[in-house]
C-alpha cells in the first residue's frame, strides 16, 4: 500500500515537475520582456493577491477539511456527490460575493499588500491588474475542490495536470504580446482570469467522466456542510496566518523597488522542489491517511507516513543544499538577460539561499499537516501557526532595518522550522501512526551525509564551470553538468552508504497499474 502512495505521489510530482518546467519557461520570458521594475513589481503584487486567498479559502483550508470528509463517505459508501455538490455551492456563492467585494476595493487590498507603493507608478498598475484579475480566485478555488474529489478518487494525473494549463497559457500569451507589439503588463493581467476559466473547465469534465457532475446551484445548510464549515474553520483562520507571513514579506520587500521582483523569482525556483516533492506528498497522503484511520489500520498509517517522509526528505534535502550552494548560477543562466541585469540576479540568489535553508520544514509541513486533518483536528494547526506567525512578524520588521529586503525571506525560513517544531510536539501524544520507524531513523542521517558531499561537489564544479557559465554560449551546457555533477555524487554516495535503494526510486517511477 506506501508503494501505491509513493507511485501517487510520482504522479503528482511528475506533472508538477512539468508545470514547474513550463513555469520556469514562463518566468524566463517575463524576466526578459518585464524586468525588475514598477510593471513586474505591480503586476507580481496584483497576481499575488487572488493567489493569497485561493490558499486561504481552498487549497491550505476548506480541502483539508473537505477532502477528509469526502474520502470517509467514498470509504463508507454514503452519498459522496451528494456532499460534493452541497460543498461546491457554498464555495461558489462565498466566493462569488468575495470576488465583487474584493474587486471593488481593490485599492485598499493593494495599500495592505505593498504600502510602499503608494505614491508612485506601481501603485496604480497594480490596482488596474487586480481589478482584472481578481476574478481568477473564483475559478481556481473551485478547482481546488474538484480537484480533491479527483485525487481522493484516485484521478491523479487530471489533478496534476491543471497547474500546467496555466503556465502554458501565460507563455502562449506572452508571445502573442509580443509579436502583435500589445502592452505586456496588460497581456499578462488578462491572461490570468483566462487561465481560471481554462483550468475549471478541465477539472469539471475530468469529475465528469469519474462519475462527479457539478452544477451551479443554491447553497443548502445541511448537517454536512454545517459540519464542514465547523472542521474548516479552524483551518481557514490557519491558512489566513499564513497568507499574513506572506503579507508581512511583500511589506517588507515593497519598499525597495524591485524586490517584490526577486523575492518572486525565488520563490519560483524554491517552489520547484517544494510543489513536486511536498505538496504531492500532503496531497496523496491526507486521503490515504484518512481512510486508514477510519478502518483502524494504524500500522499501515504508520508505515504511510514514514515512507511519505523518507521519500520526500531524500529529495529535498539535496534540493535545499543545491538551493543554497549555487544559488547564484542557477539565477544568472535561467533569468540573467534582457532587461533582468546582473545586480536582479545577485540580489534573487540572496532571497534563493534564504528560502533554501527553509525547504526541508516548508516539506516536513505537508508530511505532517495530514496527522491532524485525517482526525479532522484543524485547530491545533491554528495554534501553532499563529505563534509562527508572531516569530515571522517579529524577524521581518525586526532586521528590516539591518538586513532589507532579505528580512522577509529569512523570516520565512524561521517561522518555517518553528512551525514543524510545533507540528512535530503536538504529534507526540498521537497513535503509532504519528511515529518514526526505525528505518526511517537509520536512513535520515545518511540522507543528509550524502546531501553535504553532494554540496562540497557542487561548490567545487562551480568554481570549475565559472568560466563557462558567464559566457552566453556554453552557460545551459555549464549548468546542466553542473546540476549532473550533483546528482550523480548524491545517489552515487547515498546508495554506497544506505541513504536509499536506487531500485525503490525506479520501481516508485514505474507506472501505477489499474
Known amino acids: 500500500m506506501t508503494k501505491s502512495l509513493i507511485r ?8 508538477t515537475l512539468l508545470s514547474r518546467g513550463a513555469g520556469f519557461a514562463r518566468d524566463i520570458l517575463m524576466a526578459n520582456y518585464l524586468g525588475a521594475g514598477a510593471v513586474s513589481d505591480a503586476f507580481f503584487v496584483a497576481q499575488s493577491l487572488p493567489n493569497m486567498f485561493r490558499r486561504f479559502f481552498a487549497e491550505g483550508a476548506f480541502n483539508q477539511a473537505f477532502v477528509p470528509m469526502f474520502a470517509k463517505k467514498v470509504e463508507a459508501g454514503e452519498d459522496a456527490q451528494g456532499f460534493a455538490q452541497e460543498a461546491f455551492n457554498g464555495m461558489a456563492w462565498l466566493l462569488v460575493v468575495f470576488t465583487i467585494l474584493g474587486t471593488v476595493a481593490m485599492p485598499s487590498l493593494v495599500w495592505a499588500m505593498a504600502s510602499g507603493f503608494a505614491g508612485d507608478e506601481r501603485f496604480d498598475l497594480a490596482v488596474i491588474y487586480g481589478r482584472i484579475g481578481f476574478s481568477y480566485i473564483l475559478f481556481i478555488s473551485l478547482v481546488a475542490l474538484v480537484s480533491g474529489v479527483l485525487v481522493t478518487k484516485g484521478r491523479f494525473t487530471e489533478a496534476g495536470f491543471v497547474p500546467v494549463l496555466m503556465n502554458l497559457a501565460f507563455i502562449a500569451a506572452m508571445w502573442l504580446a509580443d509579436w502583435q507589439g500589445w502592452n505586456m503588463g496588460m497581456t499578462l493581467a488578462w491572461t490570468l482570469p483566462l487561465t481560471g476559466v481554462m483550468q475549471f473547465g478541465f477539472v469539471w469534465f475530468s469529475a465528469r467522466a469519474a462519475g462527479h457532475t457539478f452544477t451551479l446551484g443554491w447553497p443548502r445548510w445541511s448537517a454536512d456542510l454545517k459540519r464542514l464549515a465547523i472542521i474548516a474553520g479552524p483551518a481557514i483562520l490557519a491558512g489566513g496566518v499564513v497568507q499574513i507571513n506572506l503579507l508581512v514579506g511583500r511589506q517588507v520587500a515593497s519598499h525597495t523597488e524591485g524586490a517584490v521582483t526577486w523575492l518572486s523569482f525565488a520563490d519560483r525556483l524554491y517552489q520547484l522542489p517544494l510543489g513536486v516533492v511536498g505538496i504531492a506528498i500532503g496531497t496523496a497522503l491526507l486521503p490515504d491517511l484518512s481512510r486508514r484511520l477510519r478502518a483502524g489500520d494504524a500500522e499501515g498509517g504508520r508505515a504511510s507516513l514514514n515512507r511519505g517522509a523518507e521519500f520526500a526528505l531524500a529529495l529535498t534535502i539535496p534540493a535545499a543544499v543545491a538551493l543554497v550552494v549555487i ?25 534563493l539561499a534564504a528560502y533554501g535553508l527553509g525547504l526541508p520544514a516548508f516539506v516536513l509541513h505537508k508530511v505532517f499537516q495530514p496527522l491532524y486533518y485525517a482526525r479532522e483536528d484543524t485547530r491545533s494547526p491554528f495554534r501553532y501557526a499563529l505563534w509562527s506567525m508572531v516569530v515571522n512578524l517579529a524577524f521581518a520588521v525586526g532586521m528590516m532595518p539591518v538586513i532589507g529586503f532579505m528580512a522577509a525571506a529569512l523570516a520565512t525560513t524561521v517561522s518555517g522550522w518553528v512551525m514543524v517544531w510545533q507540528l512535530w510536539r503536538g504529534s507526540r501524544t498521537m497513535g503509532p501512526e504519528a511515529h518514526f520507524d526505525a528505518r526511517f531513523r537509520a536512513r535520515i542521517w545518511r540522507i543528509v551525509a550524502a546531501a553535504l558531499v553532494m554540496g562540497f561537489v557542487l561548490w567545487a564544479a562551480a568554481l570549475l564551470l565559472g568560466p563557462a557559465l558567464d559566457a552566453a554560449r556554453w552557460r545551459w551546457l555549464a549548468l546542466g553538468a553542473l546540476v549532473a555533477s550533483g546528482i550523480i555524487s548524491y545517489f552515487g554516495f547515498g546508495t554506497l552508504i544506505g541513504a536509499f535503494r536506487l531500485a525503490e526510486f525506479r520501481s516508485a517511477l514505474r507506472r501505477k497499474r489499474a
Open 8 to 15: 501517487n505521489v510520482v504522479t503528482l510530482g511528475g506533472w
Open 327 to 351: 544559488a547564484l548560477p542557477l539565477v544568472q543562466v535561467l533569468f540573467q538577460r534582457g532587461a533582468f541585469g546582473s545586480d536582479d540576479a545577485a540580489n534573487t540568489a540572496l532571497a
